[in-house]
């Protein structure tokens, strides 16, 4: 079977930043669902799927909403491995590699200048 790969995108969401994996926000979304209580219907198969159902409504709401002039993430560190975006506290020098909440990779490292609004 031949895979064919996307281009790479010619902007991201932050700019002079790597992608986030798709395992990477796959996590993120399931550790974000683990804060929310949802209803469970009994046609439903599990919480887990309700959860999803959930997330699902909740990403066509916001969808419907208008454009959001100037979005981008705020972040002061990536992690070299799952492409998380995070900040890391006051002093952490340029050159250390600290451990990703993500991915538990020791692979964050501080960006040269903070990505902001």
Not at 12 to 32: F, M, N
Not at 49 to 62: D, G, I, K, M
Not at 70 to 94: H, K, W
Request: charged share 20%; proline share 9%; glycine share 6%.
């Amino acid at each position: 079977r031949l895979s064919r790969s996307l281009p790479p995108p010619r902007t991201t969401a932050a700019s002079g930043c790597r992608l986030t994996t798709a395992k990477a926000q796959e996590l993120t979304t399931i550790a974000t669902m683990l804060t929310w209580n949802v209803a469970v219907p009994d046609t439903s198969c599990c919480p887990f799927h309700a959860s999803l159902n959930e997330v699902q409504r909740t990403v066509a709401r916001l969808k419907a909403t208008h454009c959001v002039p100037g979005y981008m993430p705020t972040c002061d560190a990536q992690c070299q491995a799952c492409g998380i975006l995070c900040n890391l506290p006051e002093g952490t020098g340029l050159g250390e590699l600290l451990p990703c909440e993500g991915c538990r990779r020791v692979a964050v490292r501080k960006l040269p200048r903070k990505t902001s609004l």
